[in-house]
Structure formats: C-alpha cells, structure tokens
C-alpha cells in the first residue's frame, strides 16, 4: 500500500529542539518502505512517500516525532491504478 505523510513543524524551533529532532532522525533513518522525501521550500514541513504492508510503521513514527511536529498519513494510488476504478465508476 502506498501513503503519503504530510508533517508541519510544531513548538519550539530553537536549535537545541532541532538538534534533538536530527538526532532522532539520523539515529531512525528514513521511514519503513520511503520512496522519497520532499522538504517545503519555506521550512514549515514536507511531505514522504512510502510502500507499507501495514500502518504501524506510520503510526511509530507519529508516536516518535509527535513532540515536534504534526503528521497526517492517508493511503494514495497511482494514477495507473486508479484509472480502471474511475472508468469502471464513471465510465
């Protein structure tokens, strides 16, 4: 299954809260299954992309980084996929 992870930078943004968050970070590595990660241009969030079997390792990592930031998973589809769905609706 493919989700899409939107977070939001929350709170404190001193240094030190954010060294703490990198350290976190480089200690985790990336999320279960990341295919790409993308970082807003203007510093409040990004967004990740991963293929999960289930959604337990979205809900780790929003347990692990809830202090500093708010994170919103929704399952997605590619367009490919979607399509036959559409025109079987639609169609």
């Given amino acids: 299954m493919l989700v899409v992870t939107r977070y939001r930078f929350k709170g404190d943004q001193s240094p030190e809260s954010v060294n703490a968050l990198l350290a976190v970070f480089a200690e985790q590595g990336p ?3 990341e295919i790409a990660h993308y970082v807003l241009a203007d510093g409040g969030g990004g967004f990740t992309i991963a293929e999960v079997d289930s959604l337990e390792a979205a809900y780790e990592d929003a347990l ?5 930031m708010d994170m919103e998973t929704r399952p997605i589809l590619t367009i490919e996929d979607a399509m036959p769905v559409i025109g079987t609706v639609f169609g």
């Avoid at 692990?64 to 500093?68: K, S």
Wanted: proline letters at 0%; hydrophobic letters at 10%.
């Fill in 64 to 68: 692990r980084y809830q202090q500093w």
């Fill in 31 to 33: 999320g279960d299954g």
